[in-house]
């Protein structure tokens, strides 16, 4: 119901709880509705004389606290349960990508994978709708994935739909997160398969146009690919620098005094974008 095909065990763990609550939500709705569809028909007006008024049966007015408390006890167990398994970072991770969302794009770092520069294997967008120009994020399947979550300016929000997961990513706030991407998930086809992935929190003028891609490949072409990359790294575009804690270059955008800020000349010059007015950066500005 409305969840990509996932491809972690986590997102698995997430659809089942999403399909329980449903089977749960139903199951209480079909139950409300025959009990009012029943109470329509066998109680219906029959003469002008008014029925006997009946109120405070006890029984069931225990029963109308009674059961939604369990009702909530039961999603709230299952919630929980899950919560803790996705916020679960002890199993040793195969890969770890460092995340450095920035307006209006995405770094990735794989800290372990160090190149003959001596820097860590690296790959950094712009903001963008076009695939080409999307930075890619290349993962192995059957592997566990950590990701550190970092974020030079505002804050912004990592979204795979098929991990069925988003995190922030806020400055100064690190966050982590770990996946296990299931095996078979590379697809048939060499060069394996292309997932979206989004920034989910509304974080300025080109927060329509912060995507990337994650390209999940088989781990033998996975090390293809970082042995490429440490041979020959890649000129990155210049992405805002997470140590020197740069303040929010357009602090009107990101706030919610402000309003109609989404047009101003000066707001599109990073990464040399076109400054254009964009509906999704003030609709949420209290206009
Ligand atoms: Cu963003």
Same mark, same amino acid.
């Given at each position: 119901?409305?969840?990509?095909?996932?491809?972690?065990?986590?997102?698995?763990?997430?659809?089942?709880?999403?399909?329980?609550?449903?089977?749960?939500?139903?199951?209480?709705?079909?139950?409300?509705?025959?009990?009012?569809?029943?109470?329509?028909?066998?109680?219906?007006?029959?003469?002008?004389?008014?029925?006997?008024?009946?109120?405070?049966?006890?029984?069931?007015?225990?029963?109308?606290?009674?059961?939604?408390?369990?009702?909530?006890?039961?999603?709230?167990?299952?919630?929980?349960?899950?919560?803790?398994?996705?916020?679960?970072?002890?199993?040793?991770?195969?890969?770890?990508?460092?995340?450095?969302?920035?307006?209006?794009?995405?770094?990735?770092?794989?800290?372990?994978?160090?190149?003959?520069?001596?820097?860590?294997?690296?790959?950094?967008?712009?903001?963008?709708?076009?695939?080409?120009?999307?930075?890619?994020?290349?993962?192995?399947?059957?592997?566990?994935?950590?990701?550190?979550?970092?974020?030079?300016?505002?804050?912004?929000?990592?979204?795979?739909?098929?991990?069925?997961?988003?995190?922030?990513?806020?400055?100064?706030?690190?966050?982590?997160?770990?996946?296990?991407?299931?095996?078979?998930?590379?697809?048939?086809?060499?060069?394996?398969?292309?997932?979206?992935?989004?920034?989910?929190?509304?974080?300025?003028?080109?927060?329509?146009?912060?995507?990337?891609?994650?390209?999940?490949?088989?781990?033998?072409?996975?090390?293809?690919?970082?042995?490429?990359?440490?041979?020959?790294?890649?000129?990155?575009?210049?992405?805002?620098?997470?140590?020197?804690?740069?303040?929010?270059?357009?602090?009107?955008?990101?706030?919610?005094?402000? &309003?109609?800020?989404? %047009?101003? +000349? #000066? *707001?599109?010059? =990073? !990464? /040399? &974008?076109?400054?254009? %007015?964009? +509906? #999704? *950066?003030?609709? =949420? !500005? /209290?206009?």
């Amino acid at each position: 119901m409305g969840l990509p095909e996932p491809i972690t065990e986590q997102a698995e763990r997430v659809l089942t709880l999403w399909q329980g609550s449903w089977v749960a939500a139903f199951a209480v709705g079909i139950l409300t509705w025959g009990l009012i569809i029943w109470a329509i028909v066998a109680y219906r007006k029959r003469s002008d004389q008014l029925p006997p008024q009946v109120r405070y049966n006890m029984p069931i007015e225990a029963l109308y606290t009674v059961l939604p408390i369990i009702v909530i006890s039961v999603l709230f167990y299952f919630t929980a349960r899950d919560q803790a398994y996705l916020m679960e970072t002890d199993e040793p991770a195969d890969v770890h990508v460092d995340v450095n969302g920035f307006q209006w794009s995405w770094q990735f770092t794989y800290e372990d994978e160090i190149d003959v520069n001596g820097n860590p294997v690296s790959v950094a967008g712009v903001p963008s709708t076009s695939r080409d120009e999307l930075p890619v994020l290349v993962l192995p399947s059957d592997s566990v994935v950590h990701f550190d979550l970092e974020s030079p300016d505002v804050i912004h929000s990592f979204w795979i739909p098929a991990f069925a997961f988003k995190m922030d990513v806020i400055p100064g706030h690190p966050n982590e997160f770990q996946v296990k991407i299931k095996p078979g998930t590379e697809g048939t086809e060499p060069g394996g398969t292309d997932y979206a992935g989004r920034c989910a929190e509304l974080c300025g003028v080109d927060h329509s146009r912060m995507l990337f891609t994650l390209r999940v490949v088989s781990p033998e072409e996975y090390q293809q690919w970082i042995d490429e990359q440490k041979a020959n790294p890649p000129e990155l575009p210049t992405v805002p620098d997470l140590e020197e804690g740069t303040p929010a270059p357009d602090p009107g955008l990101d706030t919610a005094q402000d &309003s109609g800020t989404g %047009s101003e +000349p #000066e *707001a599109g010059a =990073e !990464e /040399g &974008s076109e400054p254009e %007015s964009r +509906p #999704e *950066a003030t609709e =949420e !500005e /209290g206009q």
